[in-house]
């Protein structure tokens, strides 16, 4: 596996999660880590995690809204590292309503977060990159409605496929600065935040998870291997791209026939299965 150590990475919802998950990853790959989010004590617990287990991190407490909080967040990891070699935007927010019952907080609330939280954190690590003359990589964390849209989650949809957009965009202009710029889109993932928001009771879980192909969720340290690679020198080469993991959800959706796993027949018309059926 690849190794970071001497590296420096910026987390941001850091203290829970996918987050949590790849701060811990980056740090057993030798990087120092920032954790960054707006709850002190979770942050506190991952940096203490990071640290004994022998690697170096400082927990941050900001919120990615705040243009100023997030410059000083970086500026507070590279007094503390010396250096700045990357981002993870992982925080996020989201909630499940009818497009019709969007507020204009509710809406204001996610963009925030999701798409100008993103831009906030990618343009402060990034300037302090170029200004250092030092190459680097950053990954966002998005999903795959971005493309595919998704009833429920306008708010959500929108903004993270703004982040598929300024994503591009920016590895083709930083590109000669040697500044890569990826996503990863999980599928569903087994985090209390994505629990609460999206599946609440245990029949949403039952209908979330058999929507997956695979018929699993996903767990927050497979997220943050896929992330460290990005970050890595194996991934030397990848910009502008959407590493997706998420069971063959998306690719799995139908219109037609009973859900995924169920025996599928169909018939000519005379109650014989059609040629080529399975059954």
Known sequence: MESLAGRA??????????GAATALH?????????????RKEPLESVAAEVERQGGHALAF????????????GVAAGLDRFGRIDGLVNNAAGNFVTPAESLSPNGWRAVVDIVLNGTWNCTSAVARAMIE???PGAVVSVIATYAWTGHPGTVHSAAAKAGVVSMTRTLAVEWARHGIRLNCVAP???ETDGAGGALWATPEDRARVLASVPMGRFAVPPEIGDLTGFLLSDRASYITGEVLTADGGQWLGKQI??????????????GGAPAAGARH
């Open 9 to 18: 990475y910026l987390v941001t919802g850091g203290g829970s999660g996918i």
């Open 26 to 38: 980056l740090a057993r790959l030798g990087a120092s880590v920032t954790v960054l989010g707006r």
């Open 61 to 72: 407490p900001a919120d990615v809204r705040d243009p100023d909080a997030v410059g000083a």
């Open 132 to 134: 250092a003359g030092t």
């Open 187 to 189: 599928g569903p993932t």
């Open 256 to 269: 037609y026939g009973p859900p995924l796993g169920e025996a599928i027949t169909t018939t000519n018309g």
